[in-house]
């Protein structure tokens, strides 16, 4: 069995058709593996086939258990070094002080050392536990196959050798196969090959690969290969695991982390040798200098150790830990609210965003569709359902009704399934299902149209084309095609109806009129219309290809899809964030504008537009209209490429963009945040997506959102935190050795600071969950000041000497009574003080402005000169605020005159 495998896993990978055909095509290969190509594998087969075949898994990276993390904790240099201290001290106490008094500093470092590295490891175990559970959700991935007779849904892990796969577009191939039938089959193998030019799939090149793409068309596959045994499993296994990068505020506060490390390391050394001088200078001073005991070893020993504790404090390694913490935070908070997030980053970009390009069926809307309206042989019927469930009847003859019926059941890739206890279901599309369950309500049996039928051509429906024509032999030996999509295009290849009486007719320029009249009146009434037609063919037409004009217009449908309830709240609350969202939909334009109105998406000064009018639109044009989009209707996938690139180019907006179908992909990829739709996206545009919408609302969009900007807050908090702990315990120890000659925090200490303000600080600050007002303030910038681009670092420098300049002025300002609120008495009547503010200002903005080569500087926005001189001017009101504190005057008086303070004069 193992060699009949790997024959046939050989002749799927080189694509030998010859042996395949030797035995006996898929046929044959379906007869070697004991299964139906029209049944599939029977459901109780498949546990004995996985022990038989294998089953379609990949071989993981060994998850790391808790002692993994506690010894890669434990390789800190500066830990080992202080593990190394400890036990020296503990060695020399011991020698001079006896047990247990001699082991108490030593032991207390171990001690807080465990601690240390137990807490560390927990945390960073538990992040780990969160990231599998998440990668866990990543992987359920549903395929549709035949099993027991029926067609149905299945985990792809639970593919086995034998299963019969049913692939329509953007689907992933799940496993190795064969082609056993299918219309219009391409396959992007780009993944496997490098190759960008998709394969034709038909029955001269049947093979199919693991991992590839379906670009277009639909077809059916028999499973060869699964696993690691698939040519994909066996790239797998060549790849070396990797490891996502850091986000880009994880890189700039390791940056930040990495300047404060050294700064801890220049002030740890400048303590050591402070310390250490003085204790030689003290030696020198009681002639001891030569006279050394183990006290003295113990006291160069601690000030090492006490050196070595102030690097540990001072390298902030709790700042990248706390993005990593928020971020994992906030992936299972929003795991659990409907939103997979498949890259770090995207949680946090999601903070920044300015702009929402969405989607409208199934974001906007419940995606629950159902036929509303019916317009046939030049009546308009609300439809309607009797007490058993089933449509009112149409009053239209049998030969009408058995057409309509026909156009329905013929073309469509949506099938009716039945589960074990006999109840119906429909598989597919929401827009071909609501049509195909409306012809079940009018009494219509599926299997008894297709019985006496032979399908010869499909042409599966896309976005580009918008439509969906098949080709199909009547019994009596005449072709047929029926053709079925957007209102717009059918009535463009239909030069015939059925009227009133049921004759067919020809389709005037004024009956067109009166048909645009009903689908005008339909798509304002907010339903998606569909037009079916169909064309009689004499036998032998050429090819058995699919016309495109001469068609029989049958009805006009309206599709309902209600919104969702609550999308109207979101939008109100990302216009109030500052979010603008913008509706891009395939509808047709009245359709898109009552439910973009609906959603209060559209307002008075908005605009809405169509496809083809946005895409010929010059450059300069775009620049003009596009801060007014509200709607695109009757869009393409590459009018949204164009609409995300012009945002982010022209405007520099940070943009959001959801999508579900594979010509989304493109868009999806070039969004700052790509969103995919759960249910109704397909598996390329779920792969080209930073975040899945498991529930394919767009609340939850507005959610990631506001925990986006939650991770923002929380990182803000805990560098407000850990910065202040940092360099206050710096400087103490420091100042405390430079004065007094020891350092007021021991080792201990030290490592129970760094654990309150790294890990624990962390845990605290990091994990708390956003609130409401949070939706209330403007897009946080992706970058300090939001300066972006090649100049934002000289930008930002010159900010900053700006702003400290003008700090000084103010300061200057305030220096001038050092009692009195108000500093600007008499200012005027000192000409000189005027005079050289006034030359400072003056000069200042010279510098700025004209002399950037000489001083490294670039002209600054007027927003920015105006924020340098508000922070400078806030100085007024702290210098204010600190002249109202009261402060007790002591009587004695100096033999000079001035009053004394316990310390020295009072100056204030």
């Not at 102030?310 to 939103?339: C, H, Q, R, W, Y």
Request: net charge neutral; glycine share 8%; aromatic share 6%.
């Amino acid at each position: 069995m193992e060699a009949e495998l790997e024959k046939l896993a050989l002749i799927v990978s080189s694509y030998d058709i010859e042996t395949l055909r030797k035995l006996g095509g898929v046929e044959g290969v379906a007869s070697r593996l004991s299964v139906s190509l029209n049944k599939g594998v029977k459901t109780s087969d498949v546990s004995s086939r996985q022990n038989v075949y294998g089953s379609n898994k990949y071989t993981e990276k060994p998850f790391k258990r808790f002692w993994t993390f506690l010894w890669e904790a434990l390789q800190d240099i500066t830990l080992i070094i202080l593990m190394v201290c400890a036990v020296v001290s503990i060695s020399v106490g011991l020698a001079t002080e006896g047990w247990p008094k001699g082991s108490y500093d030593g032991l207390g470092i171990l001690l807080s050392i465990f601690l240390v590295v137990v807490v560390t490891a927990i945390s960073d175990y538990r992040q780990s536990l969160q990231f599998r559970d998440l990668d866990k959700e990543k992987k359920k991935i549903l395929i549709q196959v035949t099993r027991d007779g029926s067609r149905q849904k299945v985990p792809i892990y639970d593919l086995v050798v034998g299963d019969v796969v049913h692939l329509s577009i953007g689907d992933l191939v799940p496993a190795d196969g064969i082609f056993i039938s299918g219309y219009s089959l391409l396959i992007d193998q780009s993944s496997m090959s490098g190759e960008s030019a998709p394969i034709s799939i038909y029955e001269g090149r049947p093979f199919l690969l693991s991992g590839t793409k379906v670009q277009d068309g639909s077809a059916k596959m028999l499973v060869t290969t699964v696993g690691m045994k698939t040519e994909w499993g066996k790239l797998m296994e060549r790849l070396v695991d990797g490891v996502e990068d850091e986000t880009p505020l994880q890189v700039k506060l390791s940056g930040v982390a990495t300047i404060i490390g050294k700064i801890g390391l220049a002030f740890a050394l400048l303590t050591f040798m402070v310390l250490t001088v003085r204790f030689l200078v003290e030696k020198v001073l009681h002639h001891e200098l030569m006279k050394w005991s183990s006290g003295d070893a113990m006291t160069l020993l601690n000030y090492f150790v006490t050196a070595v504790t102030i690097i540990v404090v001072a390298v902030p390694e709790g700042l990248p830990l706390a993005v990593t913490l928020s971020l994992a935070f906030a992936m299972k908070k929003l795991m659990d609210n409907k939103a997979l997030v498949r890259h770090l980053s995207a949680c946090e970009t999601m903070g920044s965003a300015t702009c929402i390009c969405t989607d409208k069926t199934g974001t906007l809307t419940t995606n629950r569709m159902v036929v509303n309206k019916i317009w046939i042989c030049e009546k308009t019927k609300k439809v309607e359902t009797d007490a058993g469930g089933d449509a009112i009847t149409l009053n239209i003859s049998e030969k009408e009704l058995a057409l309509l019926l026909q156009a329905i059941f013929h073309n469509t890739v949506a099938e009716v399934v039945k589960d074990k206890g006999g109840k119906k279901s429909i598989l597919g599309t929401p827009t071909e299902s609501a049509i195909l369950e409306y012809g079940l309500l009018l009494g219509g049996d599926i299997d008894k149209q297709r019985r006496g039928c032979k399908l010869l051509k499909v042409e599966p429906f896309n976005s580009e084309k918008k439509k969906m024509s098949v080709l199909i032999a009547l019994p009596d030996g005449n072709n047929r095609a029926f053709c079925k999509g957007a209102a717009e295009i059918i009535i463009k290849m239909c030069d015939r109806f059925i009227d009133l009486n049921g004759e067919i007719v020809h389709l005037t320029e004024n009956r067109t009129r009166n048909i645009m009249d009903v689908i005008n009146e339909f798509t304002g009434e907010a339903l998606r219309t569909l037009c079916l037609a169909y064309k009689d063919i004499e036998d032998g037409y050429e090819n058995d290809s699919i016309p495109d004009s001469g068609y029989t217009l049958v009805a006009v449908i309206g599709i309902k899809d209600p919104v969702r309830p609550g999308v109207r709240n979101a939008v109100k609350t990302c216009l109030a964030a500052g979010i603008t969202v913008r509706m891009v939909t395939g509808d047709n334009i009245k359709t898109a504008k009552a439910i973009a109105k609906e959603c209060g998406i559209l307002t008075a000064d908005g605009l809405a537009i169509e496809g083809p009018e946005f895409r010929n639109k010059t450059p300069d044009e775009m620049r003009h209209i596009i801060p007014r989009i509200q709607v695109i209707a009757r869009a393409s996938p590459m009018d949204k490429l164009v609409l995300v690139n012009n945002l982010k180019g022209m405007f520099n907006e940070i943009v959001a963009v959801t999508g579900d179908g594979t010509n989304d992909a493109p868009a999806l990829n070039e969004a700052d945040i790509g969103f995919a739709m759960g249910i109704a996206g397909t598996e390329v545009a779920k792969e080209s997506a930073d975040i899945i919408v498991l529930d394919d609302n767009f609340r939850t969009i507005v959610n990631v959102a506001k925990w986006g900007r939650s991770v923002y807050i929380n990182i803000q908090k805990f560098v407000q935190f850990q910065l202040t702990v940092c360099v206050v315990a710096l400087m103490i120890n420091f100042i405390s050795a430079c004065i007094s000659g020891s350092a007021p925090f021991t080792a201990v200490q030290l490592l129970w600071v760094n654990l309150i303000m790294d890990t624990l600080g962390a845990i605290a600050l990091a994990t708390e969950p956003p609130h409401e007002e949070l939706m209330n303030r403007p897009p946080v910038g992706r970058e300090i000041l939001r300066l972006e681009g090649s100049d934002a670092t000289i930008v930002l420098n010159t900010f900053i000497f700006n702003t400290f300049v003008f700090c000084q002025v103010f300061n200057e300002i305030n220096s001038r009574d050092m009692e009195k609120i108000n500093v600007f008495r008499g200012i005027c009547g000192s000409w000189i003080f005027l005079g050289v503010i006034t030359s400072t200002v003056v000069f200042q903005v010279i510098i700025v402005e004209f002399l950037g080569t000489l001083a490294s500087t670039t002209p600054l926005s007027w927003e920015l000169w105006l924020l340098s001189v508000l922070i400078g001017a806030a100085s007024l009101i702290v210098a204010v605020i600190l002249k109202l504190i009261p402060i007790e005057h002591k009587n004695t008086k100096h033999h000079d005159g001035y009053n004394l303070l316990p310390n020295g004069p009072e100056l204030v």
